[in-house]
């Protein structure tokens, strides 16, 4: 074998090495925002049964609190607010609405404390505990999903991954994240006075 064709056939030998290679760090990251995808559509799903849970609670309280009116539209809008950006896929809109959800609904139980018929009734303790319970879940999915969003975000800036995300057009996905001022613990002497 002479030189120039044992250096055609090296060269041959890496060309299908680097397109192989290429291959796997694109098969990659398909995986990573499958993942992402996945990750939203397990929140989607636990956001879904939340909100069919929501209209069951304010009826429920409705009957025993008839003068909290602001507090039921509040949460009914913020409970269409998060419908609508989850519809359209905005994260950040879905973080917002989610905010504002879970204030009214922290406001709600709160002030369901002050009415003892109603906290007493079965069907409210049982909505109670499956929102909360949801509650948890939409908490453990949200990481999983944040997790997931950080490591395509991460890959998608590493060489040499940031040459085929480009060229194949990977963007990146944005964390689903609640203000800090929502999500601290609701303070039950502000809703009584």
Do not use: C
């Given at each position: 074998m002479n030189p120039s064709m044992a250096s055609v056939i090296i060269i041959a030998v890496l060309i299908v090495i680097f397109?192989?290679?290429?291959?796997?760090?694109?098969?990659?990251?398909?995986?990573?925002?499958?993942?992402?995808?996945?990750?939203?559509a397990n929140?989607?799903?636990?956001?879904?049964q939340r909100?069919?849970?929501i209209p069951k609670l304010v009826e429920t309280c409705k009957q025993y609190m008839g003068y909290e009116q602001g507090t039921?539209?509040?949460?009914?809008?913020?409970?269409s607010g998060v419908y609508q950006a989850s519809d359209a896929g905005d994260v950040k809109a879905v973080?917002?609405?989610?905010?504002?959800?879970?204030n009214g609904l922290g406001k709600l139980f709160a002030l369901a404390e002050a009415y003892p018929d109603l906290h007493a009734n079965d069907s409210f303790a049982n909505l109670q505990q499956r929102i909360s319970t949801l509650e948890s879940s939409i908490s453990d999915r949200r990481e999983f999903y944040n997790d997931s969003v950080n490591l395509l975000n991460t890959r998608i800036?590493?060489?040499?991954?940031?040459?085929?995300?480009?060229?194949?057009?990977?963007?990146?996905?944005?964390?689903?994240?609640?203000?800090?001022?929502?999500?601290?613990d609701v303070d039950l002497k502000s809703l009584f006075n």
């Open positions: 397109i192989f290679y290429g291959i796997s760090i694109y098969n990659h990251l398909v995986n990573l925002k499958n993942n992402v995808a996945r990750a939203w929140i989607d799903v636990l956001l879904k909100h069919d849970e039921f539209e509040q949460v009914m809008q913020a409970r973080g917002v609405a989610e905010s504002e959800l879970r800036e590493q060489f040499p991954h940031v040459l085929i995300a480009r060229r194949f057009g990977f963007k990146s996905a944005e964390m689903l994240s609640f203000s800090q001022e929502q999500t601290r």
